[in-house]
């Protein structure tokens, strides 16, 4: 399971690039990323037929996934390839086993549990309670971001530069604040959920967000943008926090 979710972290560290990339990859953009994920499968897992053919896969995916954007919804199309790179290490698991860190990694791995057990002054491993928790991180980013994009989309939820345009350009701007927002919204949520019990503070993160904003709130569109943003937020932070904490070791 630790080889796993740091296959997972690997393939959301990379997918970061999709923050800033909010139109269409172009196919240089997508070979780019490919050749980054495969590098990175190589180097953290060594050459091996395991690695190779889930190497092969997730390029496949993620160069397919960029001839597709411009033809469907970047949106659908990125949550797509985020489940099938997320798959493609079960499926082929059958044929070619599972994934197993280079002796490099478990070196490194290694070297990262004793200093963090040397820092927190207890046997907590870092593959067996850092990785859930960055996973967490990392799929509310981008990932949750995307899931997001898409749902507003869909909901003709988007911020526009004309409000009164239902089918105008979107407020590239707001998009962009609304993203940063979001992130540490939602990071602030996991890590109360996960680690207190102080659902009160839930409420104080939305009160402080809506407080900054409050002016903006009387555009209805605006608002409902805002409300349906903030609840998504809450929802994906809470649920992630809670899958977090069963995959995390119990004293």
Known sequence: MPDYQLYLCLMLVTRLVYLRQDAAASWRFSLTLALSQA???????????????VMFA???????????????????????????????????????????????????????????????????????????????????ANEVNVIMRGVFQVLRLEPRVNPQ??????????????RVIGILERWL??????????????GFIVAAKSLVRFDQFKD???????LVGTFMSALFAIAVASMTGMALPRP
């Open 189 to 202: 949520m996991f890590l109360v959920v996960l680690f207190t019990s102080d659902w009160a503070a839930l």
């Open 220 to 226: 209805r569109r605006f608002a409902e943008y805002m």
């Open 39 to 53: 590098a990175l499968l190589l180097l953290v897992f060594g050459i091996g037929g395991t690695t190779l053919a």
């Open 58 to 140: 997730v390029s496949g995916f993620t160069l397919l996934g960029g001839l597709l954007e411009a033809r469907v919804s970047v949106y659908a199309v990125r949550f797509a390839v985020l489940v099938l790179l997320s798959m493609a290490p079960l499926v082929l698991q059958p044929l070619f086993g599972a994934l197993s860190m280079s002796s490099l990694s478990l070196a490194v791995s290694t070297m990262l549990d004793h200093g963090l057990q040397a820092l927190l002054g207890g046997g907590v491993g870092v593959q067996r309670a850092a990785l859930p928790v960055l996973l967490g991180f990392l799929l509310l």
């Open 165 to 178: 345009a239902v089918d105008g350009k979107p407020d590239i701007d707001e998009y962009n604040a609304g």
